[in-house]
């Protein structure tokens, strides 16, 4: 029986903080995508270039936390749901900041692993869950009964610069390149996807929740992997688009 954060914390190789995001992380290494790690030899893929392959992610200290929560993922299913569970619902940061984020790093391992992920959004009922994935195998389980109403499963599209079509899934994203956010911009209110505002925040989510919104069908992200071109100036015009914010 888990007891203490501490414990929890070695029960599960602790949590990540990524920075730009106001909530809490758990994250594994890209080699272990299933999808993830056949696009991200494509160019042109979403993966091509991945943030979470290149700079700190590659430290050796990160990378070996990484692999850590990998292991004690599989050494221990059972407590590793109990545990994460543990310091979510104990965990001041949580009480502060009631959103959390799966795979900053990674993606879901194979079905238990969701079905794990769901008992732990079950199991959190106060907490707003954002879990994105490539893996669309599981497009049956994102969408059945069994999905915790706390959970969205933001399904991501494999290539820059071609989303899914509307309804293809209840919530999905797509990564477009600089040239391509900047050009359509403009066109959010005609097609209702939601354009990512972290590019004039200076990275930022600051006090944007979209991602975890469930309302919003689509968001677009700009490319920001290792491969990323610098940012433009006209991203100012994101002000004016339709996305959503905390109260």
């Not at 993830?36 to 992610?57: K, M, P, Q, T, W």
């Not at 104990?90 to 009480?95: A, E, F, G, R, Y």
């Not at 109403?149 to 309804?167: G, L, Q």
Request: charge should be neutral.
């Amino acid at each position: 029986m888990v007891t203490t954060i501490k414990q929890a914390n070695e029960n599960i190789g602790g949590l990540s903080d990524a920075g730009k995001m106001p909530a809490l992380s758990w994250n594994i290494p890209v080699e272990y995508c299933d999808s993830g790690s056949v696009l991200i030899e494509i160019d042109g893929s979403a993966c091509f270039g991945c943030y979470a392959d290149a700079s700190r992610y590659k430290w050796s200290n990160v990378a070996d936390a990484l692999e850590n929560r990998h292991e004690k993922y599989l050494g221990n299913r059972k407590l590793w749901v109990e545990s994460v569970s543990f310091i979510l619902n104990n965990s001041k940061i949580m009480q502060r900041v009631p959103f959390f984020r799966w795979f900053d790093a990674g993606d879901i391992i194979d079905l238990q692993h969701l079905q794990d992920i769901y008992q732990v959004a079950r199991n959190t009922p106060q907490i707003t869950h954002w879990l994105p994935t490539k893996e669309w195998q599981h497009k049956k389980q994102f969408l059945s009964p069994v999905k915790p109403d706390n959970v969205t499963v933001r399904v991501s599209a494999p290539f820059k610069n071609k989303p899914f079509k509307p309804n293809h899934h209840q919530n999905h994203s797509v990564v477009l390149t600089q040239e391509e956010f900047d050009n359509t911009i403009g066109t959010a209110s005609q097609t209702g996807i939601n354009y990512c505002p972290s590019y004039v925040q200076d990275g930022q989510c600051k006090d944007c929740r979209m991602c975890w919104d469930s309302d919003a069908e689509c968001i677009a992200y700009r490319y920001h992997g290792k491969k990323s071109a610098g940012m433009s100036t006209n991203l100012l015009q994101i002000e004016t688009l339709n996305y959503r914010r905390v109260a």
